[in-house]
Every structure is written in structure tokens, then in C-alpha cells.
């Protein structure tokens, strides 16, 4: 697996109010907007011009599925017809930097920063879903040394808990489990890290607890003495929340249907391509260099909603529990129906 992780970046809160960065849409197949389904009118019998280039922002992390469509193109047929994947990696202010710059027509976005970037006043929408927070995630763990004494929520208290930094979804799953728990926020200490530092900071005492993305977590536990104390999905009390996103600049979307139709098909049937065999695919990603061999062992990143649909009643439970445990500001929450592209996105009815 990449360096990066799926949460391990998301585009903070802060930083978006300080520079206007992204946009976003994607799109579906069963189960759409109530507008119905754009893509059913927009035929990919021909194309009808030389293939469009999108032009994607990747996080390196969390993107298994999606990476099929570079990394085993000829199981996809769009990719070349309608549509080529010009596809880049950055962390995730220059990602949405890149977008506002024009150089990028879609990306992989957190879900805070997308709440971040509607709120800031930018055209964007969330069209489909990489990972969720759901029974199946993998995306990592809260993690202390065996010997640390720390069994649940309740031992953070008083304790130096590593995370990604300020506004980012790690912060995020902590606060949401300190309000569970009924605790404040100031009763831990977060200590900023970056991903591949956590481990060593837990063993060297600097942290009690570490925020350990999956390839970290087996490294950590194959070495030894290292337990998982708390997932995501039990952070937030074991809801199925959004974690990470596709976004698409709806002006893409508008000026070339035929190819983000053709990428949306492709995407759901890689989608269904990886959950029917994970192991087959391993292969294609490593060859690709999108996975290392190590962390393909770490096994597939995260939870996954089966056709890459996303929920309006899961995304305004999320915001409603980041106001509630203190990490979004109560103006940041808005209606769930403007995060997404009305019969372009896929959607959970």
C-alpha cells in the first residue's frame, strides 16, 4: 500500500477558509438523486469525439478500486473509448490547490473537507464513495503498547494522543468517542504527527496513543507489542459514516457527460470487480506501483458501500455528530442535498 492513507490527509478546515480549494462530482448507477438519472439519456454505444482526458488527484491511499481502471485497463472498456485517466498524486492542499488552478478535473476528498469547501462557497459535489466507516473498515486504528494500561476511551484521559493535525478526520473519530464517553475534548493532549512517525513517537514514549493507518497497524503489530484499542467505526458508536470521497468539477461533468458516464460505469463495475476478489487484483496494483507488496498484506483499505453510493441521511448524521463532539463549527453544518450533483451522483435512496 502507498505511503499515504485514506484519512491520513484530508484537506483541513482551516486551511480550506484560508484558500478556496476544490470541487467535486461523481456518478452512479443504481440508486440516484430524485431527479432521476442523468447518464440513463447519454449514450456509450460510440463515442462521440477522441477520448477526454481526466485529469484525477489521488491521495495514494484508499483508492484500490479506483486504481483498477489504470492499473487493469483492459477489464475496463471506457478507458480509452470515452475517457483516459491522467492520474496524479498530492498531498491534499496541493490537490485542491491543483484544482483551483484548473490543472485537475477531479480528486479523492475527505469528508470534512468537503463540508469545508461547499460551506466556503465552491461549486463542488460529491458524486460517488471510496471508503466508508462501516463493520468491514480497515482504514486503521487507535493503538497503545500492551503495556501502556490503556483499554478503551475512558484511559485516553490525561493521555498524548497522535494524530494527523488539526481538522483532520483522526481528530475527528477521537472527539467523537471523548463525547460518547462523556468527556470534553481538553481532557487529551493531540500531538501532531505524520503517519510513518506515529509507531516509533508510541514506543519512545512521546505519545500514549497513536493513530496507526492500516499499513502502519500491521507493521506495528507484526513487530509486536502494540495493541488496537479503538477503531473508527467504534469511535462513532458504530455508525456507517462517509470517510472518503470522489470529487469532479460539475463543469467537466456538463461539458463531457459521454466520458463521465463511460468513467462512472467503469468505476462501479471495478467497485464490484474488487469485492467479488481483492487478491486477484493485488497484483495489477503493485505492478502498477499504486500498492507496495508490503502493504498489500496489510489487507484492503477500509469499508466500502457496494455500488459507490453515498447517503444524504449518513452525510447529515456525520456533520450533525462532528457539531455535537465539538470539531465542526455549527455554521459548517448545512443541508445534505448541497454536497452532491443532483442525477449524477451516486446516491443511496
Not at 116 to 129: E, F, M, N, W
Not at 299 to 326: C, I, N, Q, W, Y
Amino acid at each position: 500500500m502507498p505511503a499515504l492513507s485514506l484519512g491520513a490527509f484530508p484537506l483541513s478546515i482551516t486551511a480550506a477558509r484560508g484558500a478556496l480549494i476544490l470541487a467535486l462530482s461523481a456518478g452512479a448507477l443504481p440508486a440516484l438523486a430524485a431527479e432521476g438519472d442523468a447518464c440513463a439519456a447519454v449514450d456509450l454505444s460510440v463515442a462521440k469525439s477522441s477520448p477526454v482526458a481526466i485529469r484525477y488527484g489521488t491521495t495514494g491511499g484508499g483508492e484500490e478500486p479506483l486504481a483498477l481502471l489504470w492499473a487493469d485497463q483492459a477489464s475496463y472498456p471506457g478507458n480509452g473509448k470515452f475517457y483516459t485517466m491522467q492520474v496524479t498524486e498530492f498531498t491534499s492542499t496541493d490537490r485542491m490547490t491543483a484544482f483551483q488552478a484548473g490543472q485537475i478535473d477531479a480528486g479523492t476528498i475527505s469528508f470534512p473537507s468537503l463540508v469545508t469547501a461547499v460551506h466556503v462557497g465552491i461549486d463542488a459535489r460529491a458524486v460517488a464513495s471510496l471508503v466508508q466507516v462501516n463493520e468491514a473498515d480497515n482504514e486503521g486504528a487507535f493503538a497503545s503498547l500492551s503495556s501502556g494500561g490503556i483499554r478503551d476511551i475512558k484511559d485516553f484521559k490525561g493521555k498524548k494522543v497522535g494524530y494527523y493535525g488539526p481538522n483532520t478526520i483522526s481528530e475527528y473519530w477521537v472527539k467523537s468517542a471523548l463525547r460518547r464517553a462523556g468527556m470534553k475534548p481538553n481532557d487529551v493532549s493531540f500531538v501532531s504527527l505524520p503517519p510513518p512517525a506515529q509507531e516509533q513517537a508510541l514506543r519512545n514514549g512521546q505519545i500514549d496513543v497513536a493513530w496507526l493507518a492500516r499499513q502502519f497497524l500491521f507493521k506495528a503489530k507484526s513487530t509486536g507489542g502494540v495493541e488496537t484499542i479503538m477503531t473508527p467505526f467504534q469511535a462513532t458508536g458504530g455508525a456507517s459514516q462517509p470517510s472518503l470521497l470522489i470529487f469532479f468539477s460539475p463543469k467537466f461533468i456538463k461539458a463531457h457527460p459521454q466520458a463521465y458516464c463511460a468513467w462512472r460505469k467503469d468505476y462501479q463495475q471495478a467497485l464490484a470487480n474488487w469485492s467479488a476478489n481483492p487478491d486477484a487484483a493485488y497484483p495489477k496494483l503493485i505492478a502498477a506501483k499504486y500498492v507496495t507488496p508490503f502493504s498489500a498484506k496489510a489487507g484492503a483499505d477500509g469499508g466500502r458501500s457496494p455500488d459507490g453510493s453515498v447517503s444524504l441521511a449518513e452525510f447529515d448524521a456525520t456533520m450533525k455528530d462532528m457539531a455535537t463532539s465539538r470539531f465542526l463549527p455549527p455554521a459548517m453544518v448545512q443541508p445534505a442535498a448541497k454536497l452532491v450533483m443532483p442525477g449524477y451522483s451516486l446516491m443511496k435512496q
